[in-house]
């Protein structure tokens, strides 16, 4: 077993980079501490590493900010935590055709800030807005309540650059929104957790900045009326860019974005028709919107406890609300739910205790199990994560997922642990 100085001292003389060092506690992912954490300043530096990696069959977790690290499985090991901070630039902005190129290290938010300079930018709304990175953001396909209109990154992504495990660099996809035709390496490597390459760069489509925002927001709306409301949206012609739910006790917000008079008008017209659906609703703007918005992100995201995944019909949605309140309140785990009610996403904190925790998630892949629904395990203590499968069931996608990962990494270098299937 190689010590960790020794590890630290062979990366900086192979990578040729000073900015290596020993890990410790406070990098831990999931309660697992690196042994080195590299962070090349450039494509070169990762490639290197990438090869040392390969030579010695060290184990490579890449990282930006951090943010999603814990999401997924606990990795059995970390001799490399290979960091992406120094590569945090914007490539080309290439504002007429409303595409920008982006390094895996910038921030969401600085990029916005840039883009925001033409009146454009990436519209994304992920967990924790303010630190997490372009890298980590596509490795993890994480999307938030915008997705309703503008998708997730794997709708936005138009190319990508990566090293692959043997550190060759290698790009996919196009710089423009007409590319050529062909296998979309962009969106394989979108959401696979940095097992199949490690991203360097990603180009996607951007969107016009919105002039203003409005929000209707109704509380207190039983599971069913919930239902009621929401299809009342999505059957009507109006066009919010977020459309979400939380609690309980259930509350629904729909947002929209656009022109001062199509908001305007079309969050009328939410309001008279939630009002149709015998719901009650308000209209908020300015802080008291962003507040709202702040709030709904950190009853999720901004506290401590486990986190799940729901995915489900949305016609399902109501009958699962139901079901997950009854759920939180029988095991008094003071947990709360936020998601996307018009597409079936939704994220459940269920708390601290572990036991719980794990009760609540195999009760709702039971109850999910006929209607090809699913739950993954984002963030859980170490505890959680040895007691429960993390991804639950794959079906049939465990076969195809098994190929592409002994195509890509055949040595099981990237990640691991953090793709469902090894390679062993």
Known sequence: MVKADELAALVAHEVGDEAVKVGTPKLAVAGVTPLVVVCPEDAVGVSKTLRLARDRRLAVVPTGAGTKLEWGASPPRIDLLLSLCRLDAVVAHRHGDLTATVQAGASLKSVNSLLRRQ?????LDTAHPDLATIGGIVATN??????????????????????????????AGGIVVKNVAGYDLSKLLTGS?????????????????????????????DPVTVGKAVSAVTASQLVPSALEVQGPPFSLLARFEGSQRASERQVVEVVNLWQRCGVKSSILSGSAEIECWRYHH?????????????????TD????????????????????VAGLAGIGVI??????????????V????????SSAGYVVLLRGS??????????????????????VKRQFDPNGILSPGQWPIEVT
């Open 347 to 360: 994220h459940a904190r269920l708390g601290t205790d572990a036991g719980v925790s794990k009760l609540i």
């Open 382 to 403: 170490p505890e959680l994560r040895a007691n429960i499968d993390a991804w639950g069931p794959l079906g049939d996608a465990k076969r195809v997922m098994g190929a």
């Open 193 to 221: 957790f940095g097992s199949l390459g490690v991203i360097l760069e990603a180009t996607f489509k951007l969107a016009p900045l919105p002039l203003v925002s409005r929000t209707v927001v109704a509380k207190d709306v």
């Open 362 to 369: 195999e009760e709702l892949r039971s109850m999910l199990a």
């Open 298 to 314: 950190d009853i999720v995201w901004g506290r401590v406890g486990d986190v799940c995944r729901i995915g489900l019909l949305p």
């Open 317 to 336: 949605m109501p009958d699962i609300l139901e079901k997950l309140g009854i759920l939180l309140r029988r095991h008094g785990s003071g947990g709360w």
């Open 119 to 123: 009146t454009q930018w990436l519209p």
């Open 142 to 171: 994480d999307s938030g309540p915008r997705r309703h209109r503008y998708g997730a990154p794997r709708d936005l992504i138009l190319g990508v650059t990566f090293a692959r495990a043997d550190g060759e660099v290698a790009s």
